[in-house]
T-cell receptor, first 113, second 116 residues
Framework: NAGVTQTPKFQVLKTGQSMTLQCAQD?????MSWYRQDPGMGLRLIHY???????DQGEVPNGYNVSRSTTEDFPLRLLSAAPSQTSVYFC????????????FGPGTRLTVT | AQSVTQLGSHVSVSEGALVLLRCNYS??????LFWYVQYPNQGLQLLLK??????LVKGINGFEAEFKKSETSFHLTKPSAHMSDAAEYFC??????????????FGTGTRLQVTL
């Protein structure tokens, strides 16, 4: 199993540009989520999904869109990038259930200038 | 609502010394608690989890944590630090929300430095 994969690993955007961060998992996990990691702030939940066709907002959803058309994929879209979105983005997946651990991808480091 | 507080953003210990990383939680329902480790330029990896079974939980790499409801704590310990333990450690809490899957709330992290 490849686990959770994320592309790209690094990205530089100009303010106002849009892009999609890709996330895929091959563990047949129902639950997928996106976090952003900023120094001194830990990880904050952006959006999550409990299955194909079902998504919901997390703690910091503004400026981001998600969709989930398949169990395997959960892309994160930045509609109009802003410098405040400079961060490291992690995708995670797990079986649906409170006690299951989340498996994290390697992250995407995004810089918006 | 749920939250996690990690005391100390940086902890430095000598190799062979006791490691103690502190985590206090707040939750309106019985929580599940997790410790994750992040090595430089990598994603997070689960160290251990508490899911309402034994209050003393053993994890990978010699780490363990004890759930203390009266103190709302879930501190992470390791008897003898190794250079390879240098990393950032995150405590996280998950509590069931009716109608949705559980969501993890992370602390701000503690960076562990191990010196010779």
């Amino acid at each position: 199993n490849a686990g959770v994969t994320q592309t790209p690993k690094f990205q530089v955007l100009k303010t106002g540009q849009s892009m999609t961060l890709q996330c895929a998992q091959d563990m047949n996990h129902e639950y997928m989520s996106w976090y952003r990691q900023d120094p001194g702030m830990g990880l904050r939940l952006i959006h999550y999904s409990v299955g194909a066709g079902i998504t919901d907002q997390g703690e910091v959803p503004n400026g981001y869109n998600v969709s989930r058309s398949t169990t395997e994929d959960f892309p994160l879209r930045l509609l109009s990038a802003a410098p405040s979105q400079t961060s490291v983005y992690f995708c995670a997946s797990s079986y649906r259930g409170i006690s299951y651990e989340q498996y994290f991808g390697p992250g995407t480091r995004l810089t918006v200038t | 609502a749920q939250s996690v507080t990690q005391l100390g953003s940086h902890v430095s210990v000598s190799e062979g010394a006791l490691v103690l990383l502190r985590c206090n939680y707040s939750s309106s329902v019985p929580p599940y608690l997790f410790w994750y480790v992040q090595y430089p330029n990598q994603g997070l990896q689960l160290l251990l989890k508490y899911t309402s079974a034994a209050t003393l939980v053993k994890g990978i790499n010699g780490f363990e944590a004890e759930f203390k409801k009266s103190e709302t704590s879930f501190h992470l310990t390791k008897p003898s630090a190794h250079m390879s333990d240098a990393a950032e450690y995150f405590c996280a809490v998950s509590a069931f929300n009716t109608g949705t899957a559980s969501k993890l709330t992370f602390g701000t992290g503690t960076r562990l430095q191990v010196t010779l």
